[in-house]
Each structure stands twice: as structure tokens, then as C-alpha cells.
């Protein structure tokens, strides 16, 4: 069965440090997200992707995040600058994005932590 | 977005059915309703979706009045596996350049189900 894969599944890094998260969506799908999840608190969206451009983005995602699909099959979250309030567990996620039935696969979480 | 309201947790016997009942008063005439299920440290995985009445597949049932105000999500006869926290989502859903595009989804606390022996 296809499924999201996400790397590195951990990310230790010091507050002020440029991390990139690496996320390999389901092939035929058209529509990616970023999710992020604070150890003990609920999922959080950060920002949906299709046709190569952000379609919605949450109140969190500000000028330190970026995204990008950088070639056929990788989608990756970049934080500028890190913060210690950085430090959780981010998802990505991606669907299909046919008309009515719309499920998003997510991989299984890259933990970052910003010492 | 809809806000959702759903139970903090709830506790089942193996072998019960579980109903997990979901507030969504504010639903759009556009908005799915979605159910997600996470494990600890894991990616929330989907269930089931639904417009109105009612949905079946090989996991669970949800069941949407008429009103659509509210919605429930029906796990029949659970294991000690089916602990999890489980999440109502009111999916907007939006035509972008004539191709249906999904928003945001607004994940709320989620439902902790435990399932004791």
C-alpha cells in the first residue's frame, strides 16, 4: 500500500538553526499539507500546496516556514530560524484531491527539537 | 471553519460498540465530515467520511442526522488496539482555478478512547 515517508524521523537542532523537513508524498497524488503537533496538544495546520503553490495557510505559518517541491516526488517544509517553541512533532500529509471523497494520508512525523 | 465539540475521552470493554458523538453546529453546506484516529506518536490515520445519513465501510459507521449540526462516529465492537485519540474534522472544501482543493483542516482535542480488557 503507498504511503507518505518522512525524513529524518528526529531533528535535533539549536534555536537559531535553518532545518528542512523531507516529506515523499503518494505519487499520483496533487495535494500536500503540513501539519505540526505539540507533544500533548492537538494537530495543528500549517499549510496546503497544489500546483506548485500554497493554497492556505495558517496563522502559524509566518515568514520563518517555507515550503517547496523542489522536483517530482519531494516536498519539504523549511524553518528559517528555529525557535525553542519549534520543538514538536510535524506531519505531512497529501491527497488526492478528486472531486467529493477527499482523504489525506499522512507519513509518520518528523520530531524536532530546538535546544 | 465549523468548530467542532467532541467528548475529552471516553472508556470501553472490549468487545463493546463505541460512539463517539461530534458538534458541529456551524457546518457549511460545502463541508464534509471527516473522522481521523491517532496512536501515540503516529500520523493521524483517516476512517471515514461522510456528507449526510449514513456511512459504512470495513471500520466504522457514522451517522449524520438531517440537520447535519452534529454527527457519530460508531466503532463496533472494539479491541484494546482501537485506544486511540479520535478526531471529528469539518472538511471545507472549495473550488480553486475549477479543480476541487481542500483547505485546512482544524484538528480540535480529539476523543481519547481506552479500551480495557
Known amino acids: 500500500e503507498p504511503e507518505v515517508t518522512q525524513t529524518p524521523s528526529h531533528q535535533v537542532t539549536q534555536m537559531g538553526q535553518e532545518v528542512i523537513l523531507r516529506c515523499v508524498p503518494i505519487?499520483?497524488?496533487?495535494?500536500f499539507y503540513w501539519y505540526r503537533q505539540i507533544l500533548g496538544q492537538k494537530v495543528e495546520f500549517l499549510v496546503s500546496?497544489?500546483?506548485?503553490?500554497?493554497?492556505?495557510k495558517s496563522e502559524i505559518f509566518d515568514d520563518q516556514f517555507s515550503v517547496e517541491r523542489p522536483d517530482g516526488s519531494n516536498f519539504t517544509l523549511k524553518i528559517r530560524s528555529t525557535k525553542l517553541e519549534d520543538s514538536a512533532m510535524y506531519f505531512c500529509?497529501?491527497?488526492?484531491?478528486?472531486?467529493?471523497?477527499?482523504?489525506?494520508?499522512f507519513g509518520p512525523g518528523t520530531r524536532l527539537t530546538v535546544l | 471553519l465549523a468548530k467542532t465539540t467532541q467528548p475529552i475521552s471516553m472508556d470501553s470493554y472490549e468487545g463493546q460498540e463505541v460512539n463517539i458523538t461530534c458538534s458541529h453546529n456551524?457546518?457549511?453546506?460545502?463541508?464534509?465530515i471527516t473522522w481521523y484516529q491517532q496512536f501515540p506518536s503516529q500520523g493521524p490515520r483517516f476512517i471515514i467520511q461522510?456528507?449526510?445519513t449514513k456511512v459504512t465501510n470495513e471500520v466504522a459507521s457514522l451517522f449524520i442526522p438531517a440537520d447535519r449540526k452534529s454527527s457519530t462516529l460508531s466503532l463496533p465492537r472494539v479491541s484494546l488496539s482501537d485506544t486511540a485519540v479520535y478526531y471529528c474534522?469539518?472538511?471545507?472544501?472549495?473550488?480553486?482555478?475549477?479543480?476541487?482543493?481542500?483547505?485546512?483542516?482544524?484538528f480540535g482535542a480529539g476523543t481519547q478512547v481506552v479500551v480495557t480488557p
Open positions: 500529509a497529501s491527497s488526492e484531491g478528486t472531486s467529493g471523497y477527499n482523504e489525506q494520508f
Open positions: 505519487s499520483n497524488h496533487l495535494y
Open positions: 500546496f497544489y500546483n506548485n503553490e500554497i493554497s492556505e
Open positions: 456551524n457546518i457549511a453546506t460545502n463541508d464534509y
Open positions: 461522510g456528507y449526510k
Open positions: 474534522l469539518v472538511g471545507d472544501k472549495r473550488n480553486l482555478l475549477g479543480t476541487d482543493s481542500w483547505g485546512k483542516f482544524q
